[in-house]
């Protein structure tokens, strides 16, 4: 199954030389973007708004991933950190217990 369709015209030459080197055809090929800001929060709204606007023309693409992002990382992302970043904010967090805890008791915090 292709996962993209290529927005790049045939005269393009890194385009071309993709096809070449995969023996793809042009329905056939990934397209990675690389995202450059000042800041990782005007990175993440780029990334946000370029999956915004190409999920829109499925006549170009079929699939669209975002590597390292999307609802699975936003859930699981504390999975993918370094050991000891992960026993760092577990620590954290059960430093915190008491007060999470503390919480439960307020009807507002609990629903």
Avoid: H, Y
Avoid at 28 to 55: G, R
């Amino acid at each position: 199954m292709p996962t993209s369709t290529s927005s790049f015209p045939r005269s393009c030459p890194g385009a071309n030389a993709r096809r070449r080197s995969t023996n793809s055809s042009p329905e056939e090929e990934t397209i990675l973007a690389v995202i450059d800001a000042p800041t990782s929060e005007l990175a993440t709204q780029a990334t946000a708004a370029l999956i915004e606007k190409l999920s829109g023309r499925k006549d170009l693409f079929q699939v669209i991933l975002e590597a390292g992002g999307g609802p699975f990382f936003q859930k699981n992302g504390l999975l993918f950190l370094p050991t000891q970043e992960v026993a760092g904010v577990t620590k954290k967090l059960g430093e915190a217990k008491p007060v999470l805890q503390s919480w439960r008791r307020i009807p507002i915090c609990a629903a």
